[in-house]
């Protein structure tokens, strides 16, 4: 199984930035998906993710209203999109799938992660 991301970049603050998430070698059919970022010297945490059946979205504080997490209907790509960009959004960006949430807290599965894209905004 693959996840491969892209879409990172370097962007000034107050741009967008589009990243996609291909999932292959296997067919997850639906399952719950998220994506995570870590800066240097921070842990990872979650800042959006999706219900199996695309219902239902969430998101951290940090990024509610100017992140967007959408999926493919075949479930096999995952998409963040990112509106006016922070530099304190700077990091780098990965997906999971297959977790379980609890409540609205998505658990990440241990072993499907993409290797990450990284996102850098400059001032």
């Known amino acids: 199984v693959q996840l491969v991301e892209s879409g990172g970049g370097l962007v000034q603050a107050g741009g967008s930035l589009r990243l996609s998430c291909v999932v292959s070698g296997r067919t997850f059919g639906s399952v719950n998906m998220g994506w995570f970022r870590q800066a240097p010297g921070k842990e990872r945490n979650v800042v959006a993710s999706i219900s199996a059946n695309g219902y239902h979205t969430f998101y951290s504080d940090s990024v509610k209203g100017r992140f967007t997490i959408s999926r493919d209907n075949a479930g096999d790509t995952l998409y963040l999109q990112m509106n006016s960009l922070k530099p304190e959004d700077t990091a780098v960006y990965s997906c999971?799938?297959?977790?379980?949430?609890?409540?609205?807290?998505?658990?990440?599965?241990?072993?499907?992660w993409g290797q990450g894209t990284q996102v850098t905004v400059s001032a």
């Open positions: 999971n799938v297959g977790g379980l949430f609890i409540g609205e807290t998505y658990r990440p599965h241990r072993t499907y």
